[in-house]
């Protein structure tokens, strides 16, 4: 079954410290991948998307994220975390269909702490 | 609009009552998507819907669920006979096309309450 899985539902990071959210999926057939975050009191937002192409992926905010397909994961990095980062991440994958459905992972809560 | 817009944002209603859940996508977007998020369950694909017509209804989770778009715009989520299980954030998105790559804009959802 295709499935997508975001390891740790919280992480906690000191401000300046390297934030690494780790997601992988599985699939039989190519991924598309997102990263989507929601800060407190708001929607969802898109932060990067691997879709083809370079499997290094930059995003809005300082996120970057690498397509590692012999490991089947895309997880989501920032050197150096920052107090507005604190927020629900998700790992999000779109695949099998001709539209944008998407199957998102159960959520990472980053808390930063000064 | 701006951005999606989802009426109301906050909805107690008694078990057994019928709700209505609104969705504004973008100007222009053709593609609409209602998730609902809940605890332990995360965030699930409900219905989509391209233009006026819905080709995937796979995740409306019983017939008490229905939804409906019109004039390729507005759409409506209604839960009839409401139980508590139903009690969740109903999301709504919208794409600007149909392609499995496009970004999804979400609004800020409608959290409903049955009591």
């Keep these: 079954a295709q499935s ?3 390891l740790g539902s919280h992480v906690s990071v000191s401000e300046g410290a390297l934030v690494l959210l780790r997601c992988n999926y599985s699939s039989s057939v190519p991924p598309y991948l997102f990263w989507y975050v929601q800060y407190p009191n708001q929607g969802l937002q898109l932060l990067l998307k691997y879709t083809t ?8 905010n300082g996120f970057e994220a690498e397509f590692k397909k012999s490991e089947t994961s ?8 920052h107090m507005s980062d604190a927020a629900e991440y998700f790992c999000v ?3 099998g269909t001709s539209y944008g459905k998407l199957t998102f992972g159960q959520g990472t809560i980053l808390t930063v702490h000064p | 609009g701006a951005g999606v817009s989802q009426s109301p944002s906050n909805k107690v209603t008694e078990k057994g009552k019928d709700v209505e859940l609104r969705c504004d996508p973008i100007s222009g977007h053709t593609a609409l998507y209602w998730y609902r998020q809940s605890l332990g369950q995360g965030l699930e694909f409900l219905i989509y819907f391209q233009g006026n017509s819905a080709p995937d209804k ?7 669920f229905s939804a409906e778009r019109t004039g390729g715009s507005v759409s409506t989520l209604t839960i009839q006979r409401t ?11 919208s794409t600007l096309n149909r392609g499995q790559d496009t970004e999804a804009f979400f609004g800020q959802g409608t959290r409903l309450t049955v009591v």
């Design chain 1, 4 to 6: 997508v899985t975001q």
């Design chain 1, 53 to 60: 192409g370079a499997t290094l992926v930059k995003g809005i």
């Design chain 1, 74 to 81: 895309f997880h989501l990095t920032k050197p150096s975390a």
């Design chain 1, 93 to 95: 994958v779109s695949w």
């Design chain 2, 58 to 64: 796979s995740g409306l989770p019983s017939d008490r």
């Design chain 2, 83 to 93: 139980q508590q299980e139903d009690s969740a954030v109903y999301l709504c998105a």
